[in-house]
């Protein structure tokens, strides 16, 4: 159990799906500096840890998503705030909507939370490979669900909180989003409604490509809504 630092940065500035990684590269531009929590790469490589900076696309407006330690290094993009960014061929001055700061619980709990999961990308290779040769809808859920938990612990893992109880997962409901590309490889991406036993923050990323806006959730109702 811990309660973690969340920062949430909401901008006016509407945001194509397709241009979150541009608007990522613009910020990172901007700042030219080497912190690695703005980009995750290191100078022998990527950063193997999960990202504590990540760059969303909330409501078709770009927004910011901070934790722990990312809540204190983003104050050096606020340094450079009135900068003109450049995304894609557009030139834009971005503008402050809103910030939100709070600490939310992550912790394990004898009964479960719903969340909804938009554009996650649960496959590598491997683990693809395994889910076309299933020929159960069965058994290709319990591997999502078993993907799930993953991705949750390397959240766990990546903001210092050490789970002691064990995870359960269920998806509720599954949708295909088809194929992205993403750093030059097809991944095909889900929509999902999943119930799990542990306390989550609201628009944090699990799977792959998280920092790009990738498997952004949000906690339902008992009835399924936001």
């Known amino acids: 159990m811990k309660r973690i630092k969340v920062l949430l940065i909401r901008f006016r500035n509407e945001l194509h799906r397709n241009d979150i990684p ?3 590269g613009a910020i990172i531009h901007m700042l030219q ?5 703005f980009h995750n790469h290191a100078e022998n490589g990527l950063r193997y840890a999960y990202p504590l900076i990540q ?3 909330l409501n078709n407006k770009a927004a910011i998503v901070c934790m722990e ?3 204190e290094t983003i104050g050096e993009f606020f340094s450079c705030f009135s900068k003109v960014l450049r995304i894609g061929d557009s ?3 971005l503008e402050l909507d809103n910030i939100k700061a709070e600490q939310v619980l992550v912790q394990v709990w004898r009964s479960d939370f719903i969340y909804s999961i938009r554009r996650w990308i649960p496959f590598n290779s491997e683990n693809h490979e395994r889910y076309s040769k299933m020929t159960s809808l069965r058994e290709q859920l319990e591997l999502m669900e078993k993907i799930l938990i993953g991705n949750v612990l390397s959240f ?4 210092g909180v050490q789970l002691q109880q064990q995870l359960s997962c269920s998806i509720v409901s599954m949708e295909s989003k088809g194929l992205i590309t993403f750093k030059h490889v097809r991944f ?3 929509d999902i409604l999943f119930k ?12 792959k490509g998280v920092s790009h806006g990738f498997g952004t959730i949000v906690r339902m109702n008992t009835n399924g809504q936001t």
């Open 188 to 190: 095909e991406t889900f």
């Open 91 to 93: 030139e834009i001055q």
């Open 196 to 207: 799990i036993n542990i306390s989550l923050p609201d628009y944090i990323g699990l799977g």
């Open 55 to 57: 760059y969303k696309r």
């Open 156 to 159: 766990a893992k990546g903001i």
């Open 69 to 71: 330690e990312g809540t």
């Open 33 to 37: 500096n080497n912190n690695i929590l």
């Open 22 to 24: 541009l608007f990522r």
